[in-house]
């Protein structure tokens, strides 16, 4: 039996990706879960990395600098 996930104000949204990148995930998943001793799930790791980027402004400008180098480059040329 799951254990029911609290989230004020949520809402469901699901993304794609690919094999081997889920398969990490689900590694990583295991290893926090065998350290912490709680269950993580792939969900709250994907949940964490949000937060943690956007908890930090330094490194949520540095991914809106590094999504917007391609942009830049296609229209300086």
């Not at 065998?34 to 908890?55: E, N």
């Amino acid at each position: 039996m799951g254990r029911k996930t609290v989230l004020k104000e949520s809402l469901i949204v699901s993304c794609r990706i690919e094999g081997d990148e889920y398969q990490k995930l689900r590694d990583i998943a295991a290893l926090e879960s065998l350290s912490t001793g709680k269950t993580v799930t792939v969900q709250s790791l994907i949940r964490d990395a949000v937060r943690y980027v956007y908890s930090d402004n330094e490194r949520l400008r540095e991914c809106f600098r590094r999504t917007r180098e391609m942009v830049r480059r296609k229209y300086k040329y």
